[in-house]
């Protein structure tokens, strides 16, 4: 009776450790069958940078599956965005060098020939001025929910759905387009010091926004984005936590924020109404790209659509022409140009001096 005792515990044992070595192998396996399915992502990305770049049309193409409805969508929006970033270049005089992606993959799933990817992309535009040496460059965190698929011997993607914020139409009046083009490629900045509050502002700014590899959200603040938005939320953070603004009755958060805080419109608002900001301008792009020179870092940018402020950022820096750089939450950016991603017809700009 021992002996079968025994006999069946060893069994039991030699089971157990081929069972364990089974799914470590399978770990093994699939961790290596999913980065092999980064390289290949990761490369069908970068090729489409390569195609902005170059204005390549053909190259964007064999990116995307067309005869698949989503893949047609994804291909469209390609374009869009090309276009997009054509026609801002031309209107600040500039000229993109290099488009570079750091990717990270939260989730894989699938097998064999058909994939689904979650894919944090963090992008980085580097450009320079006509005539200019110095490089200058910006970041926006791109969030894709992709799938790529074997087709005919290649990877293709059938299917991108992206938060990117530069697919979007750029309305200049005819009139005004070589008046602000000659401005800004004309425009001497100032030398700017950073100091004081302010300073302290920016480098909150910069270590939060989630927009550059080594940045997040801060885990002491709720995440605001699936419920209408973090950008208020973020902004209320960099003037409290950076800026020293004291919390109040309106202005507040425990366990959440006020409307003042969590809600553009309300922040824009609430500064304004308290004396803690004033207005600078507000209208069109055309009517206020000269005023945003005037911006300083720590200051907001808010912009309204339909009549309702939909989004804030706050003012970051200055590219190497002067011009305002912001970050944001939602889309998520870092130093990126004030008016990216809103230059359509119907957006009014709000531009607030922050009192600190």
Same mark, same amino acid.
């Given at each position: 009776?021992?002996?079968?005792?025994?006999?069946?515990?060893?069994?039991?044992?030699?089971?157990?450790?081929?069972?364990?070595?089974?799914?470590?192998?399978?770990?093994?396996?699939?961790?290596?069958?999913?980065?092999?399915?980064?390289?290949?992502?990761?490369?069908?990305?970068?090729?489409?940078?390569?195609?902005?770049?170059?204005?390549?049309?053909?190259?964007?193409?064999?990116?995307?599956?067309?005869?698949?409805?989503?893949?047609?969508?994804?291909?469209?929006?390609?374009?869009?965005?090309?276009?997009?970033?054509?026609?801002?270049?031309?209107?600040?005089?500039?000229?993109?060098?290099?488009?570079?992606?750091?990717?990270?993959?939260?989730?894989?799933?699938?097998?064999?020939?058909?994939?689904?990817?979650?894919?944090?992309?963090?992008?980085?535009?580097?450009?320079?001025?006509?005539?200019?040496?110095?490089?200058?460059?910006?970041?926006?965190? %791109?969030? =894709?929910?992709?799938?790529?698929?074997? &087709?005919?011997?290649? $990877?293709?993607?059938? /299917?991108?759905? !992206?938060?990117?914020?530069?697919?979007?139409?750029?309305?200049?009046?005819?009139?005004?387009?070589?008046?602000?083009?000659?401005?800004?490629?004309?425009?001497?900045?100032?030398?700017?010091?950073?100091?004081?509050?302010?300073?302290?502002?920016?480098?909150?700014?910069?270590?939060?926004?989630?927009?550059?590899?080594?940045?997040?959200?801060?885990?002491?603040?709720?995440?605001?984005?699936?419920?209408?938005?973090?950008?208020?939320?973020?902004?209320?953070? %960099?003037? =409290?936590?950076?800026?020293?603004?004291? &919390?109040?009755?309106? $202005?507040?958060?425990? /366990?959440?924020? !006020?409307?003042?805080?969590?809600?553009?419109?309300?922040?824009?608002?609430?500064?304004?109404?308290?004396?803690?900001?004033?207005?600078?301008?507000?209208?069109?792009?055309?009517?206020?790209?000269?005023?945003?020179?005037?911006?300083?870092?720590?200051?907001?940018?808010?912009?309204?659509?339909?009549?309702?402020?939909?989004?804030?950022?706050?003012?970051?820096?200055?590219?190497?022409?002067?011009?305002?750089?912001?970050?944001?939450?939602?889309?998520?950016?870092?130093?990126?140009?004030?008016?990216?991603?809103?230059?359509?017809?119907?957006?009014?700009?709000?531009?607030?001096?922050?009192?600190?």
């Amino acid at each position: 009776m021992m002996r079968s005792y025994k006999y069946i515990v060893r069994v039991l044992l030699i089971l157990i450790v081929i069972g364990c070595i089974t799914v470590t192998l399978g770990m093994y396996s699939r961790l290596f069958e999913d980065k092999e399915v980064e390289k290949i992502a990761s490369q069908l990305l970068n090729d489409i940078n390569i195609a902005y770049l170059n204005n390549d049309e053909e190259l964007l193409k064999q990116a995307y599956d067309q005869d698949v409805l989503h893949g047609k969508w994804a291909y469209e929006y390609a374009i869009k965005k090309q276009d997009y970033l054509n026609k801002w270049a031309k209107k600040q005089e500039i000229e993109y060098t290099d488009i570079k992606s750091y990717h990270k993959f939260p989730k894989i799933t699938g097998s064999d020939s058909t994939y689904n990817l979650t894919v944090k992309s963090i992008d980085e535009y580097i450009y320079q001025y006509k005539g200019e040496d110095k490089e200058n460059s910006y970041k926006i965190a %791109v969030y =894709h929910y992709m799938r790529i698929e074997m &087709k005919e011997d290649r $990877w293709i993607i059938t /299917k991108d759905w !992206s938060s990117d914020p530069m697919a979007d139409s750029i309305s200049l009046k005819d009139e005004k387009k070589e008046e602000i083009m000659k401005y800004i490629s004309n425009y001497n900045p100032e030398k700017y010091k950073l100091e004081g509050r302010r300073k302290k502002a920016i480098k909150y700014a910069d270590k939060y926004c989630s927009a550059y590899e080594n940045s997040s959200y801060n885990k002491d603040y709720r995440n605001y984005n699936p419920v209408g938005g973090d950008c208020a939320n973020f902004t209320s953070q %960099v003037l =409290h936590e950076g800026g020293g603004f004291k &919390k109040n009755s309106l $202005w507040n958060y425990h /366990k959440g924020g !006020s409307l003042a805080w969590i809600k553009a419109q309300n922040l824009t608002n609430y500064f304004l109404n308290s004396g803690r900001g004033s207005r600078i301008a507000v209208g069109s792009y055309e009517n206020v790209y000269q005023s945003a020179y005037k911006l300083q870092p720590g200051d907001i940018v808010a912009y309204e659509e339909k009549g309702k402020i939909g989004h804030v950022s706050i003012v970051s820096g200055y590219d190497s022409k002067g011009y305002p750089l912001v970050n944001c939450h939602n889309v998520d950016r870092y130093r990126v140009p004030w008016d990216i991603g809103w230059n359509r017809s119907g957006i009014t700009f709000w531009l607030i001096r922050v009192h600190y």
